[in-house]
């Protein structure tokens, strides 16, 4: 018979007071650790079976997890490899760290459980972030084995006996402590288990604990058998991550996503990873339907390790502008229990997040080649991500300029090349710029735009949030290419084709126009000009520099331009020579007459661009009917 008490060969006095204390926060993963060591059990006696060395029968393997709420404990079980004695003192009482010296001085800095849990290889020991006392029950596979037991109160003894187990396998009884007692509940661990355990390849049963006294009864009446009543199987089944892409079917992919986001809309598409080699890692990731709001759907990507859940903070694994996709990504080699800014620094996590990049690029690519016409009209989902990662990543940029799409604002769809073709006769200028023109609003600046398919010029639809920053990028990665916002300019000046036009005003009419524009007008923010513009052109346009825009957009939008930010808007009102009303008021000789056309004229301008509010507006209603 064996018996030994002996003492677990750390060198700190008491080390679970502060594995307690510390991991208090986060304590519902001691369920995770236990019941993934119990599936690692089962695994390794399969792959014992399949080498060849282990002769017996496996069975049907299995995990249950049951609660007693009156004895108040938690019992974990499976039939898996088991452990001798001889394992016991190996495996649990040298706990695997370099040094309790190390571990007192890490535990000040460790933000969550996982941090000192991962980093000290203390997985079984979070056991005691919930238990007064532990008991591991236990037999080996291996032939000849002795069932062995192990008690541990949380000091750093612990007892090992012999133990009363029949069949091969573990149990792990937790004696729950006073504190943690809201884990005796079914509900509770019911979530728990379903939340990191849905996917796993073992059944793993939920249920309530029950002692039966069968004929192997010992001495002192205590029951040999315990069984558990199954409530619950918690996985379902194998997911689809782990299938080869080969044997699944659009709607296998489909009722997964259904599975994981119960009350979504069906995913545009998705990407199957799969890769084992510089590092493993499998998953699905899917594309949502995003329309324009690409806040709310972040944070959905979970993280699994050997289809055990770890987390849905992927931030790092996953590039910045795909953390809208949904999915799982399982990888053993990312370090799951390591802080963020080592998690920055790994080489594994640097090539995930690449690998998952280029994967998305090429998948991109295959829908647009595929069918043109259904990539399309999914581009107002996916385009606002593609637009994020252009911007966002220069490799990304690279594949995507191929399969980007630019929309002008009757919806037709060009790729970059394709537009530079369809607008490059009409739109160069003088010095071989072609420029591109786009809006932003195209119901506030429909008159811009008006004005510009008059000349023949195309307009983009650059209305998505992440458009200013697209624009830059564009301009910054196309070669001789500006891009310039419809209402920057009147149209016969938004592309200077050197082209010299003259307004039939003499010099002397043109000085009095001017001063009776800035009189009637009367507000610094407005500089009037007199422009030679078409005749059929609207005699006054506002415009507001394209370059000053920008740099107000920016700071807008906290891109450190605060001088700009801080900056009076400035506009320019461009009045058109050519035009009938602007030679009437030339040639008025009656100074209220001018003024109130002048006026007149240049309120139509701003209410054309829903600039005109408030009392000027009511001013200009009652000018109005006073005229009519
Ligand atoms: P890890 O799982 O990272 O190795 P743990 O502290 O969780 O660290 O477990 C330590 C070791 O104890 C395991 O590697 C395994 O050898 C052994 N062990 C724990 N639980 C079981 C179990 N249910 N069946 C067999 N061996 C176990
Ligand atoms: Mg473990």
Known sequence: MIQEKGSISIHTENIFPIIKKFLYSDNEI????????????????????????????????????????????????????????????????????SGATEFVEKFKDAKDANEIIGKFGLGFYSAFMVSDNVEINTLSYQEGAEPARWICDGSTTFEITEGTRTTRGTEITLHINAESEEFLDKNKLETILEKYFKFIPVPVKFGTKSESI??????????????????????????????????????????????????????????????????????????????????????????????????????????????????????????????????????NVKKINSYITKKVGEKLAELFKKDRKAYETKWEDIGLFVKYGMVSEEKFYDKAKDFALLTNTQKEYFTLDEYRTKVE?????????????????????????????????????????????????????????????????????????GEKMEHVLSED?????????????????????????????????????????????????????????????????????????????????????????????FDLALLSQGMLTGASLTEFVNRSVSLI
């Open 30 to 97: 001691f369920l995770r650790e236990l019941v993934s060591n119990a599936v690692d059990a089962t695994q390794k006696l399969k792959r014992l079976s399949s080498l060849g060395q282990y002769g017996g029968e496996v069975g049907d393997l299995q995990v249950a997890v049951a609660f007693d709420a009156d004895k108040k404990t938690i019992t974990i079980t499976d039939n898996g490899l088991g452990m001798t004695a001889e394992e016991i003192k190996k495996y649990i009482n040298q706990i695997a760290f």
């Open 214 to 347: 069968e004929d192997g009864e010992d001495e002192e009446g205590k029951a040999k058998y315990t069984s558990v009543e199954v409530d619950n199987i918690i996985n379902s089944g194998t997911p689809v991550w782990t299938k080869a892409p080969a044997d699944l079917t659009d709607e296998d992919y489909l009722n997964f996503y259904k599975e994981l986001y119960p009350y979504s809309e069906d995913p545009l598409f998705w990407i199957h990873l799969n890769v084992d080699y510089p590092f493993n890692l499998t998953g699905v990731l899917y594309f949502p339907k995003l329309k324009k709001d690409f806040e709310i759907q972040r944070n959905k990507i979970k993280l699994y390790s050997r289809q055990v859940f770890i987390t849905d903070e992927v931030k790092d694994i996953v590039p910045e502008f795909l953390m809208m996709l949904h999915g799982v990504i399982d990888s053993p080699d990312i370090p799951l229990n390591v802080s963020r800014s080592f998690l920055q620094a790994d080489g």
């Open 425 to 497: 006769g009409a739109q160069t200028d003088k010095d071989g710029n072609v420029i591109y023109i786009y809006t932003v609003d195209p119901a506030k600046q429909d008159a811009f735009i008006q004005s510009a398919h008059k000349k023949d010029y195309d307009v983009l639809l650059m209305d998505s949030p992440i458009d200013s920053h697209f624009v830059s990028q564009l301009e910054q990665k196309l070669d001789k290419t500006q891009l310039k916002r419809v209402d920057s300019g009147v149209a016969d000046k938004l592309i200077d084709k």
């Open 509 to 601: 009419q043109t000085k009095k126009v001017k001063e009776v524009f800035e009189k009637a007008i009367n507000k610094p923010v407005y500089q009037v000009e007199i422009d030679a513009l078409s005749p059929d052109e609207m005699p006054v346009t506002v415009t507001m520099d394209e370059f000053m825009r920008r740099m107000k957009d920016m700071a807008a939008m906290g891109g450190g331009m605060s001088f700009y930010g801080n900056m009076p808007d400035s506009y320019k009102v461009a009045i058109n020579g050519n035009h009938k009303l602007v030679t009437r008021i030339a040639n008025s000789t009656d100074e209220a007459e001018q003024t109130q056309l002048a006026k007149q004229a």
